[in-house]
């Protein structure tokens, strides 16, 4: 670890495991880092204790890691901000921040999914609320907060509209067990990170059903066919979905049980309802609404994403997991390869 820390801090926006374990490896690596979330007593709680009980209980924070409750202080004093909220409150969250940026800040995301209502990516959102015209990016890849804030070795994609902030970001992350890899495919890097959550939810499902490894490994590899057709006609870079943020996020969201969405579907292929589900996970499970808006989406882009529709039906027309796998088997017969 750096023997010193200096410069202008980065402001890391949400405080759940995502961000703090994000905010932490920043720090790791020299940077200042601020550390804002909606909750002013969780804040004083972790400026007290030195770390994020709730989420990752016994990993302390850096001591340039600094908690802080008031948001308008932590956006001005940053150069750069990196946002860590549930995609639903991606939108509220750039829009309260759009008084205090300056000309010059740059906004990163690491947030996954749609935007619910919209089916819109972040980037779009991002675009809407403060400007094409400002430096952009979104990180990504096969990440579990845990792991990571326990510096344990992972890779990421950074995807940037412009390449020196994705450069300056890869920098700012990089040490010799975080390795953050740099394209210029915001589209691509988006549809992986929204689409794994909803197929995990999937392969999840199967497994609690009993279905077994050929079962998982056919969902994985039919429901990244579904991610690439989206992924062309929303115009990303099918290599991109070939990499961390869609084949490496894919396979660790859908066989590792620290996988939130991947626990929820293990539950209802067991036989829990959505609400006991939901709450035996007792996180944020993304792929519910990701769900709907991929649905829809798909639907709205003329794209057939199967596993995709059964997950969805699923979840919000209370279909019968099995009966989900039974229409799936039932289809016609087709090429592979027919992307």
């Known amino acids: 670890m750096p023997s010193s820390f200096h410069g202008v801090p980065v402001a890391v926006l949400g405080a759940g495991s995502w961000g703090t374990a994000l905010a932490i490896q920043l720090a790791r690596c020299g940077k200042p880092v601020k550390l804002w979330g909606h909750d002013a007593r969780q804040i004083q709680t972790m400026q007290e204790q030195r770390e994020n009980s709730p989420y990752l209980a016994g990993i302390r924070f850096p001591a340039n890691l600094h908690p ?33 940026l300056s000309s010059s800040t740059r906004i990163a995301w690491a947030t996954k999914g749609l935007e619910p209502g919209t089916h819109k990516l972040l980037s779009e959102v991002a ?27 992972t890779a990421v994609t950074i995807a940037a509209n412009d390449a020196s902030f994705s450069a300056e970001l890869a920098r700012h992350l990089h040490s ?14 988006s549809v992986g990170g929204a ?3 909803v197929l995990a939810i999937a ?10 490894a050929n079962t998982r490994a056919a969902l994985i590899t039919r429901g990244l066919a579904e991610m690439m057709r989206l992924n062309k006609m929303l115009g990303g870079q099918q290599t991109t979905l070939m990499g961390l943020a869609g084949l490496g996020d894919l396979v ?14 293990l539950h209802l292929g067991r036989g829990s309802s959505l609400e006991q589900a939901r709450a035996a996970v007792n996180q944020t499970i993304e792929g519910i609404q990701t769900a709907r808006e991929v649905h829809e989406l798909s639907l709205q882009q ?21 009966k989900a796998v039974e229409l799936l088997l039932a289809r016609e017969q087709k090429v592979e390869t027919n992307y």
Do not use: W
């Open 252 to 265: 660790l969201t859908c066989t590792d049980d620290q996988s939130r969405n991947r626990r929820f579907g």
């Open 68 to 100: 802080e409750p008031e948001l308008a202080h932590v956006v001005t004093q940053a150069e750069s901000l990196l946002i860590a909220v549930p995609s639903h409150a991606f939108r509220e969250t750039l829009s309260a921040i759009t008084s205090f």
């Open 195 to 197: 689409v794994k959550n």
């Open 127 to 153: 675009e809407e609320v403060v400007g094409s015209q400002r430096p952009l990016a979104v990180i990504s890849g096969p990440t579990f907060a845990k792991e990571v804030a326990k510096g344990l070795p």
């Open 302 to 322: 003329d794209v057939e994403m199967p596993i995709t529709e059964q997950v969805y039906r699923v979840l919000h027309q209370k279909q019968p997991a099995a």
């Open 176 to 189: 010799g067990r975080f390795r953050p890899y740099t394209c210029t495919d915001m589209v691509g890097v």
């Open 203 to 212: 392969a999840g499902i199967a497994d609690g059903l009993g279905f077994g």
